[in-house]
Nanobody, 128 residues
Framework: QVQLVESGGGSVQAGGSLNLACVVSRYSTSNYNMAWFRQVPGQAREGVAGIDTLGGTVYSDFVKGRFTISWDNEKKTLLLQMNYLKLEDTAMYYC??????????????????????WGQGTQVTVSS
């Protein structure tokens, strides 16, 4: 059984920063693909940032240069550092991981259908 628990969401003014964390409980020592997604009510979920089994990262164009994804293997935690937040970053943020340890290319890393396990989400609200 794989469990993901996000934390770190909250309210922040535009231009501010937040750090999201996703603790992963998994009975395996293999490396897995992981990603952050976000969703606004009434809209489709979209990929934000991903990290593959080799530690390679990919970012969506709308967060590139502002967000940083990383994996703390000791703490089994996926991190998302979000800087220079904009109003349009307001969304529910979800972390996800794949069931397979097969490496994913950057083209697939931010595709929702590549992931089998999801956290419950953490809300990020950016205000002016």
């Amino acid at each position: 059984q794989v469990q993901l628990v996000e934390s770190g969401g909250g309210s922040v003014q535009a231009g501010g920063s937040l750090n999201l964390a996703c603790v992963v409980s998994r009975y395996s020592t293999s490396n897995y693909n992981m990603a952050w997604f976000r969703q606004v009510p009434g809209q489709a979920r979209e990929g934000v940032a991903g990290i593959d089994t080799l530690g390679g990262t990919v970012y969506s164009d709308f967060v590139k240069g502002r967000f940083t994804i990383s994996w703390d293997n000791e703490k089994k935690t996926l991190l998302l550092q979000m800087n220079y937040l904009k109003l349009e970053d307001t969304a529910m943020y979800y972390c996800a991981t794949s069931a397979s340890a097969r490496w994913l290319s950057w083209r697939l890393l931010l595709q929702e259908n590549q992931y089998n396990y999801w956290g419950q989400g953490t809300q990020v609200t950016v205000s002016s």
